[in-house]
């Protein structure tokens, strides 16, 4: 059986940082492209981070370029998402994914989420 499990989440004022992490169990996650979304209440879901297997490729929305870091650890299975310099609009639940393909993370396993919120 295949779990994500997030930790990390919280509420932090604006200009703060969090470090997000996601364990994995079930898969062998260095076969697996892993990533971060996030939905905000009333928002469709954004694809914030995403992580190839060796950890050599990384993706980032617009949104998030140059504040936030994902990495991963795969004698962990875990993969992290550092976040500086928070904003109020990166107030959302933060979802975990992994899939073995970069496509497939939209639509692979996926975590319960973390709640991040960022005030004024």
């Known amino acids: 059986q295949v779990q994500l499990v997030e930790s990390g989440g919280g509420s932090v004022q604006a200009g703060g940082s969090l470090r997000l992490s996601c364990a994995a169990s079930?898969?062998?996650?260095?076969?697996?492209?892993m990533g971060w979304f996030r939905q905000a209440a009333g928002k469709e879901r954004e694809g914030v981070a995403k992580?190839?297997?060796?950890?050599?490729?990384?993706n980032y929305a617009d949104s998030v370029k140059g504040r936030f870091t994902i990495s991963r650890d795969n004698a962990k299975n875990t993969v992290y998402l550092q976040m500086n310099s928070l904003k109020p609009e990166d107030t959302a639940m933060y979802i975990c994914?992994?899939?073995?393909?970069?496509?497939?993370?939209?639509?692979?396993?996926r975590g319960q989420g973390t709640q991040v919120t960022v005030s004024a």
């Open positions: 994914a992994a899939a073995p393909t970069f496509d497939g993370l939209a639509t692979g396993y």
């Open positions: 079930g898969i062998t996650a260095s076969r697996y492209w």
């Open positions: 992580i190839s297997t060796s950890g050599a490729y990384r």
